[in-house]
């Protein structure tokens, strides 16, 4: 099973007579999504890529059954557009769109919280279940349908390390990107009890990085999952009081340290890797252990990753 | 964009949150001039973007018109907190009764606006104990209630007529929050005055930040633009790409922000400096990616390490941004460069026709850097 978005996934493209819409319908497409529909208004009747556009989500929900959408317009229409979206009845929302006001991303929110449903991102690269839907802008070869969760803040820093599981034979159940902004819809611990819960699920990845305190409270939930988690945190050599490119990647007051990430993570039992890299070769090792102990929660079992990727390291 | 506090205190002013007699001088003419304007004794504030400004000795005080002037020269030009002082806020001194702190946040987990209230004002926030500090997430959808406002003012301590004014600020607090597409507006110190005597305290906003959400700037075309940024910062921002400099000698582009920040985070494991961190973000065509490396160049660092994950940027597009800059411009420092994903092959074969390596593996591409600068430090 995959989490969010599956075969049976009918996708609405927001935004879909734009440059990125257009460009992203037809990858997805190429990827076998089944993208149904697209939405801009006052060009309602085109086709973007062979797929029809409506001027509203009500239509392309009535005439096609879109369950999901993806948003490519400006930041400064997401609000209007995602409303749209959640108010004719889409559960599974991607906001692609960078640079929406957080006053805005607030308000989408408290309206998904409302309506029950669920919106990844803003600022993401979307949701990926390998071999059965993509909707996001990620590229379509680096991923393999296997039975590893990826859960991640940054978009390239995820596709470095699904490449490299990817090379290590190691696929993936979904791959959520969470969003860089301050306000987004999920959290790690929303997506770890997905993972937690999925049957074809069997190890999870974390990509986390400095700033807030999303990595500290998902350890907490870490130490009563039973499946493996390894965690590769970016920022270590951030100063702090500089916003490294993400809206929430800011060491700030001592607040949201590499150090006190990677402290609470291997608390929780997850094994947190050095470098990218690492991340295959830790999980399986976690893995093979989780399968030769059973059922055993990630507190329980000893052990700690960030000294065995450092002695690795050091017989280099 | 963090607002100065003149600008910050006019905003709430104009919200109905009584804040000090004062206005801002730019020269120590105007400053002698307002200070006979409102009266002695003043309080002359240094108008910079950071907190800590009156233990660092930015805020003075004056008893006449003609020692606010003398004060003022010596405060004009001066260097606080890495900021020139080229502004001051003369305002009526007050006479503190009581200092509290009440402010609006974001709160990113709960992703909703926090109300933060404490009865220890006056000093940074962070500095007042957890149990001294009051927190109330705000539904957006409907906003703060008056009874709500009054429920925080209660748990202060506060009763009577303070209590009541209090909590009126509050609310407009609030309403200056929304209104300014805010990530953060707190006073501190908010200062309870005896005024006319009990019954009649005044309720002042002595110190007032205001910090709006970039991402919003475009709604509120009635704000100045307040760039803090060094000169470089400032031009690489309005190429639309994320820039930060530090202060090594290894200059670093990546694509993507977890990208940029791996990167830093390898170099420094080979024991190289990074000079500064540059996402060309996802995507980034032949142009705006020539740029981001001339800006690089600029910089005058000792070596360059560019990283790109090719996924919907093309590999290709950076090669030949890469070959731009190197036949316009030219590049005068050893230029590493790690190229893999989208378009790959290509952009390597172009790179090489111009007798350029690039490798494969950043762990390599990192080491290789790091000695094409002088080795670890």
């Known amino acids: 099973m995959a989490i969010y978005i599956d075969e049976k996934t009918k996708v609405l493209v927001q935004g879909i007579t734009g440059n990125q819409g257009a460009f992203h319908t037809k990858q997805m497409l190429a990827y076998g999504t089944r993208v149904v529909a697209g939405t801009s208004p006052g060009k309602g009747g085109q086709e973007v890529e062979g797929v029809p556009v409506f001027d509203t989500a009500e239509e392309a929900v009535e005439a096609r059954g879109a369950n999901a959408s993806v948003i490519f317009v400006p930041a400064a229409f997401a609000k209007d557009t995602i409303f749209d979206a959640i108010d004719n009845g889409i559960k599974t929302v991607v906001a692609i769109t960078e640079g929406i006001p957080v006053h805005d991303a607030m308000e989408i929110m408290a309206f998904a919280r409302a309506h029950e449903a669920v919106v990844i991102g803003p600022n993401t690269f979307g949701v990926i279940s390998p071999g059965k839907c993509k909707i996001g802008i990620m590229p379509n070869q680096i991923y393999a349908p296997g039975k590893v969760g990826v859960v991640a803040r940054s978009g390239t820093l995820s596709y470095e390390i699904a490449a490299s599981l990817t090379q290590a034979g190691l696929g993936q159940t979904t791959v959520v990107g969470m969003g860089g902004d301050r306000v987004v819809g999920l959290s790690f611990i929303d997506v770890l009890k997905r993972f937690q819960a999925d049957p074809e699920t069997e190890g999870v990845v974390l990509i986390g990085e400095i700033g807030g305190r999303a990595e500290e409270e998902a350890a907490e939930y870490i130490k009563g999952m039973t499946k493996p988690v390894v965690a590769y945190l970016a920022g270590k050599a951030a100063p702090p009081g500089k916003r490294m490119g993400h809206a929430g990647a800011i060491i700030e007051r001592g607040r949201g340290t590499f150090d006190s990430k990677v402290k609470a993570l291997e608390a929780g039992g997850a094994a947190v890797a050095d470098l990218p890299w690492q991340v295959p070769e830790l999980l399986k090792g976690r893995l093979a252990s989780a399968k030769a102990g059973g059922g055993e929660t990630a507190a329980t079992r000893n052990g700690n990753g960030h000294g065995e990727a450092g002695k690795k390291k050091g017989k280099k | ?377």
């Open chain 2, 1 to 377: 964009m963090k607002l100065y506090e003149y600008l910050a205190k006019e905003i709430l002013g104009k919200s109905g949150i009584p804040t000090p007699p004062g206005r801002v001088a730019m020269n120590p003419d105007e400053v002698a001039a307002v200070a006979a304007e409102i009266g002695a004794p003043v309080a002359i504030k240094a108008q910079i973007l950071a907190g800590g400004r009156g233990k660092a000795g930015g805020i003075r005080f004056a008893d006449h018109p003609e020692q606010a002037r003398a004060v003022a020269k010596e405060m004009f030009g001066a260097d606080l907190k890495g900021f020139k002082i080229d502004r001051l806020l003369v305002e009526k001194k007050l006479k503190i009764e009581n200092e509290l702190y009440v402010g609006v946040a974001v709160d990113g987990a709960a992703k909703l606006p926090l109300l933060i209230a404490s009865a220890q004002g006056g000093m940074s926030i962070e500095e007042v104990p957890e149990k001294a500090i009051v927190k109330r997430p705000i539904d957006i959808t409907w906003g703060l209630y008056p009874y709500t406002a009054r429920e925080v003012v209660r748990r202060l301590g506060l009763t009577g007529t303070p209590a009541k004014k209090v909590a009126e600020v509050l609310v407009k607090l609030y309403r200056v929050f929304r209104a300014y597409d805010a990530e953060l507006v707190e006073i501190n110190p908010l200062i309870i005055a005896a005024g006319e005597g009990p019954g009649k305290e005044e309720v002042i906003a002595a110190d007032a930040r205001l910090n709006v959400d970039d991402y919003a700037l475009f709604r509120h075309k009635e704000l100045p633009v307040i760039d803090e940024g060094t000169a470089l910062e400032k031009k690489v921002k309005a190429i639309g790409l994320a820039y930060v400099e530090l202060d090594g000698d290894i200059a670093v582009m990546a694509n993507g922000a977890g990208m940029a920040m791996a990167t830093l985070d390898i170099l420094s494991r080979y024991g190289g400096r990074p000079a500064n961190f540059l996402d060309a973000g996802g995507g980034a065509s032949v142009e705006p990616t020539a740029q981001a490396i001339d800006v690089l160049v600029a910089t005058k660092p000792k070596a360059i390490l560019i990283n790109i994950f090719g996924g919907i940027t093309r590999c290709d597009d950076v090669a030949k941004a890469i070959l731009w800059v190197k036949q316009n411009r030219g590049i005068p420092v050893p230029l590493v460069v790690r190229l893999v994903g989208t378009n790959e092959a290509e952009g390597v074969r172009l790179l090489q026709e111009a007798g350029l390596n690039a490798y494969r593996s950043l762990d390599e591409a990192a080491a290789k850097v790091v000695a094409a600068a002088g080795g670890a430090k």
